[in-house]
């Protein structure tokens, strides 16, 4: 079967025998519906009969009765109240002058009667009677022994006399079988009910045949000679909604054209092949999976769908990009216009439920935009403090609130990351530095130590004590930018151990003058002290703090200009013990408080004196360990260094 599949011969027998057979099942089903109407199945086609020979009877007498009513209208002796129309009734005799009796004038009326109702035209025996006396006025011919009928049937008629009476006749037929040619309904009821097994075989049968031609026709749409899988014609290229319009149009205006009921089937049945046609085009259009991408309505929802979608995405993206103020300004406006129109046409006057249900509407908008609002306030302000703990919740934001708590969370996890990151390389840079210093503190030691053994020894030549002094200044240097290196990656890191106990900052100054007046004094520098207020007292770690005020010291006699004073002034302002450190530059300072902080930046730009550049950059580390603040100003060539510590 598969073979034939592609076969254009195939598929147009297939075609036209299924309209055949498809017209044969039809007429079949018509029948066995005719069949079914006359009840054969029940009484083996005896009501069939029945009504066929009535039918024969009947029409008989409708003729003898309108042969009657006409004649007795010519003669005078019919009412005008009998409501017939006898003008085209022709041979009638003549009419007979005054009233006469029925009898008289039907029995005159028997040659006529027996001419025009033969044997061999009706093929039945009818007399008609008085219905009072049953005298027998017309016969249209008398019956013989070997004449047998088929069926028998009576009517009584009433006649509406000229005088006003009412006379009633009696018409008798027998149905007798004939050679004449019957009806052809006669014939098909007929060969139907004697052939009732017959009909019903040959309908099922045409009904099979007709379904296989059908089903091989469905089967074999969009299968051709030369093509592999499906091929679509430019027939099964048609749009299956095209099909549907077509066709519908077609029917209905064949059907208003085609109004009587023969030219109405004649029409369905020449529609019949446009059917078929169309149903193997859609079956190519279902295997080729066409159906709802070709459809015309589909292409045009399509394009509709994507002009709407366009729209509609560009006014979210308007409305999306839009700034907060610009949105709030238009829902309101938008609320506002639609309250006002509701106003205008007092609504709220007679649904003063629907307003109150409204502002309650609003009033919980507001109160979500609030708390939205303060929801992002307070991650923000966990932001600002540095908490990166806990982000802010947004499953219950909407909107532009979600995307700006998202936005938060984002630059907090970012900021939690690079923080993260900066201690990791901090972490290791400490490390790194500890490591290196450690490897280069074994050497160095050894140097130091040889050194301190080759100045102990006599040196015959005055240069060779020269070059062991250098050896001992620049190694002990190295030693001291060693120290430095692995203090300052500890304060910054925070790896240093920090005991803070009460300082009395007057205690402290006391100190400071007491262990470098000396220092400075060699430095030709004048220390004066200002203690503060008795009593002022402080939360340090003397250790730490006591390393502050030295390297604080030392950058004071490298850079101070010789026979000034240094101030150290202790002062209470705000609730914090201020400790500053004031003197005057020798070199003019070209160089900005927060470059002179950073590490490895000296205030001379030749490096002519000696430092590493860490001191100032390790102090403000050891003070902000503490809790405390460090901060340098300059003023033309005046230094200052400002030390904060909260009071307690």
């Not at 308007?318 to 007092?346: H, M, S």
């Not at 151990?497 to 004048?526: F, K, M, W």
Request: proline share 3%; net charge negative; charged share 20%.
């Amino acid at each position: 079967m598969k073979r034939f599949l592609d076969k254009t011969w195939a598929k147009c027998a297939a075609f036209f025998l299924t309209l055949v057979f498809g017209v044969l099942t039809v007429l079949g089903g018509v029948g066995v519906a005719a069949l079914i109407s006359y009840d054969v199945f029940l009484d083996d086609g005896a009501f069939a009969r029945q009504s066929l020979y009535e039918n024969r009877c009947y029409s008989a007498v409708d003729h003898a009765d309108s042969f009657l009513r006409g004649n007795l209208a010519n003669a005078g002796l019919l009412s005008d109240a009998d409501g017939y129309d006898y003008s085209n009734i022709e041979n009638s005799p003549t009419a007979v002058p005054g009233e006469e009796s029925i009898p008289s004038f039907l029995k005159e009326l028997s040659q006529d009667f027996s001419n025009e109702f033969t044997l061999d035209g009706f093929g039945c025996h009818l007399t008609v009677a008085s219905d009072d006396t049953g005298e027998v006025y017309l016969e249209n011919f008398a019956l013989t022994y070997t004449d047998k009928p088929l069926y028998t049937a009576q009517s009584t008629r009433l006649y509406t006399l000229s005088d006003g009476s009412i006379y009633a006749l009696t018409y008798t037929v027998d149905l007798l079988q004939v050679e004449t040619a019957p009806t052809y309904s006669y014939l098909l009821l007929s060969w139907l009910t004697e052939h009732t097994g017959l009909t019903i075989f040959l309908t099922a049968l045409f009904a099979l045949l007709a379904l296989f031609c059908f089903c091989f026709s469905m089967a074999s749409a969009g299968h051709w000679a030369g093509h592999e899988g499906i091929h679509l014609t430019w027939l099964d290229k048609i749009p299956a909604d095209v099909w549907l319009l077509v066709l519908l149009c077609t029917f209905f205006i064949g059907w208003e054209a085609f109004y009587y009921e023969w030219g109405r089937v004649f029409f369905c049945a020449a529609l019949v092949p446009l059917v078929l046609l169309f149903l193997c085009a859609f079956a190519a259009q279902c295997k080729a999976g066409t159906v709802l991408r070709g459809a015309l309505i589909g292409r045009i929802a399509r394009f509709l769908w994507r002009i709407v979608r366009a729209v509609f995405r560009a006014l979210l993206h308007t409305l999306v990009r839009l700034p907060l103020v610009w949105k709030t300004a238009l829902v309101g406006l938008v609320i506002a216009g639609a309250e006002f129109l509701l106003y205008i046409n007092d609504f709220y006057r007679v649904r003063y439920g629907v307003f109150l249900v409204m502002k309650l509407i609003e009033l919980l908008a507001v109160l979500y935009i609030a708390v939205s609002l303060r929801t992002l306030q307070k991650g923000g302000e966990k932001l600002a403090r540095g908490d990166f703990s806990s982000p802010i919740d947004t499953r219950y934001l909407l909107w532009d609130f979600k995307r700006y708590g998202q936005e938060l969370n984002d630059v907090q996890g970012g900021l939690e990351q690079a923080v993260q990151e900066q201690m990791k390389a901090e972490h290791l840079k400490t490390e790194l530095i500890t490591n290196v210093s450690h490897d280069i503190k074994t050497p160095l030691t050894s140097i130091v130590n040889y050194v301190d053994l080759l100045k102990k020894e006599d040196m015959p030549s005055s240069a060779a004590r020269e070059y062991i002094a250098v050896l001992d200044r620049q190694s002990h240097r190295l030693k001291k930018l060693t120290e430095d290196l692995v203090e300052a990656s500890k304060a910054s890191s925070g790896a240093l151990n920090v005991e803070l106990q009460p300082t009395d900052v007057n205690v402290l100054l006391s100190q400071i003058e007491g262990e470098y007046q000396e220092r400075l004094a060699a430095c030709h520098l004048t220390l004066v002290t200002q203690p503060p207020a008795p009593g002022t007292m402080i939360q340090a770690d003397s250790r730490l703090l006591s390393r502050v005020m030295d390297n604080l010291v030392s950058n004071v006699c490298k850079y101070a200009m010789e026979n000034t004073r240094v101030y150290v002034t202790a002062a209470v302002r705000d609730g914090q013990a201020v400790i500053s450190f004031k003197n005057v530059s020798r070199d003019e300072l070209n160089i900005s408080p927060d470059e002179l902080m950073e590490r490895f930046v000296r205030g001379d730009a030749s490096r002519h004196s000696e430092g590493s550049g860490l001191g100032l950059s390790i102090a403000r580390s050891l003070v902000q360990l503490q809790g405390g603040t460090f901060a340098l100003s300059i003023d033309a060539d005046l230094f200052r260094a400002d030390i904060v510590f909260p009071l307690i």
